[in-house]
């Protein structure tokens, strides 16, 4: 199985601080992967450095054989990187269809909620939209304004807005942050089905280990920013170096 996302002694520094520290990582086109480790321990400045937000102080970072390390934000995206932060960061007062609307018409090629208002005069149907919204299980919530929405299927939304891009490799950033446990486990199944029906590259990082072990995927744990171990969570759980630097002896 050939590696689709390749990660060879990628490092960055702030100031004296080396927050991700010669890390290597591979992941098939196919994989999912979830990314656990304590808070600073650089998981999010990875995501960062895979999606451009910042630049590496050593090392690469390869999508499908090419070189992703100097590129700007906009253009891996376009590479086909799909990236949900912690936070939804979604339209309140426009509809949940309407909101996917500005995730396809920014994946066209505008520039989103302007671009959109610009084009059309306002939001029209977009195409692929309820595919989208049926996908992320809210297709019936199409006409609510997604500030009703509640924090989970704000969280779905915006799931449903990074897959409006049609990405290769999807990166989500703590998808169950502020959710209830119904939610997390609704939500867990969501992310697998959705592995499952479009053979995604995918990337969690993630703290619940609950939700963790309901992926069943692969399982990384980062500490001071390297790769600590990796491999099922059964096994990785296991470790006695993981469970003292992190999943704590109520985890064994």
Known sequence: MSDFLRIS???????????????????????????IGPNGCGKTTLFNLITGVL?????????DGRDLTRLPPHRIARLGVGRKFQV?????????????????HAAAGGDGLAGLWRSRGGPAPGRGRGAGLG??????RRRLEAGQLSHGEKQWLEIGMVLAA??????????????????????????????????????????????VEALDCRVAVMMAGRIIADGPFARVRGMDE???????EGHA
């Open 9 to 35: 002694g990628l490092a960055r520094d702030f100031g004296g601080v080396r927050a991700v520290a010669g890390l290597d990582l591979a992941l098939a086109g196919d994989e999912m992967l979830c990314l």
């Open 166 to 211: 049609a990405p290769r490799l999807v990166l989500l950033d703590e998808p169950t942050a502020g959710m209830t446990r119904g939610e997390t486990r609704a939500t867990a199944e969501l992310i697998r089905a959705l592995h499952r029906d479009h053979g995604l590259a995918m990337v969690v990082i993630e703290h619940d280990m609950h939700f």
């Open 88 to 104: 939804p960061s979604v339209y309140d007062d426009l509809s949940v269809a309407e909101n996917l609307d500005v995730a396809l």
């Open 55 to 63: 630049r590496p102080s050593e090392g690469e970072v390869r999508l």
């Open 242 to 248: 993981v469970r003292q630097a992190y999943l704590g």
């Open 135 to 140: 996908a992320v299980r809210l297709d019936g």
